[in-house]
Nanobody
Framework: QVQLVESGGGLVQAGGSLRLSCAAS????????MGWFRQAPGKEREFVGR????????YVADSVKGRFTISRDSAGNTVYLQMNSLKPEDTAVYYC????????????WGQGTQVTVSS
């Protein structure tokens, strides 16, 4: 079992940057991908990006491509979401999630961290 804790959210002005962290603990063996998602009030949860656990391959959604990057701390079990050139529409609760190699869905979720971008 994997436990996830997000941190790093906060209030930032448009054009600013923020770096979110997702600390994974417990049994990380068997993790296939770590994903980042976001959800604004009244809106559906949106996929932001992911990193493949073993290979380090990353992918981000078109809506954030060129502004957001995903990385992993090789010294530990922490995944990062670097957010640059933030826009008000990026305002949401951001979640990290773990997808196991034996499944095709993200089954383990963190508690979320609020990101608010002011104009």
């Amino acid at each position: 079992q994997v436990q996830l804790v997000e941190s790093g959210g906060g209030l930032v002005q448009a054009g600013g940057s923020l770096r979110l962290s997702c600390a994974a603990s417990g049994r990380t063996f068997g993790t296939y991908r770590m994903g980042w998602f976001r959800q604004a009030p009244g809106k559906e949860r949106e996929f932001v990006g992911r990193i493949t656990w073993n290979s380090g391959d990353t992918y981000v959604a078109d809506s954030v491509k060129g502004r957001f990057t995903i990385s992993r701390d090789s010294a530990g079990n922490t995944v990062y979401l670097q957010m640059n050139s933030l826009k008000p529409e990026d305002t949401a609760v951001y979640y990290c999630a773990a997808r196991m190699i034996t499944t095709s869905s993200y089954d383990t979720w963190g508690q979320g961290t609020q990101v608010t971008v002011s104009s």
